[in-house]
C-alpha cells in the first residue's frame, strides 16, 4: 500500500506512515469510541497525524474501514471503528 500526496515521499515517510496507520488500527480495532487526543497519546503520534491516518483508513487501498464520528461537546468529537458488518438493504 502507498499513501500519497504532494509532500509525500516513500523513501522518507512510508515507513512512518505505514506504522503510524498500524498503531491507529491496533488501537481503534476494539470498537470503543475514542478522542482523537486518546489515540494521539496511546498511538504515540500527533493528533493531526492520527485523524490523517483515520482518513486513511476509510480508503479502499487502506481496507475500506468504516469510521464513525460522533459529537459530543464544544467541537470534541469521538471516533469509532465499526466492527460489525454494515447490512446493506435492498428496495424492491
Not at 49 to 72: C, M, P, T, W
Amino acid at each position: 500500500m502507498n499513501f500519497d500526496g504532494e509532500t509525500f515521499e516513500q523513501s522518507r515517510d512510508g515507513e512512518r506512515l505505514q506504522a503510524q496507520l498500524d498503531r491507529v488500527h491496533a488501537y481503534i480495532r476494539d470498537g470503543q469510541w475514542h478522542t482523537l487526543k486518546q489515540i494521539a497519546l496511546a498511538c504515540r503520534s500527533p493528533e493531526s497525524s492520527v485523524s490523517a491516518r483515520l482518513r486513511d483508513l476509510r480508503k479502499d487501498k487502506f481496507g475500506g474501514h468504516v469510521i464513525e464520528r460522533r459529537y459530543v461537546v464544544r467541537g470534541l468529537f469521538e471516533y469509532r471503528l465499526r466492527t460489525e458488518p454494515v447490512q446493506l438493504s435492498l428496495v424492491a
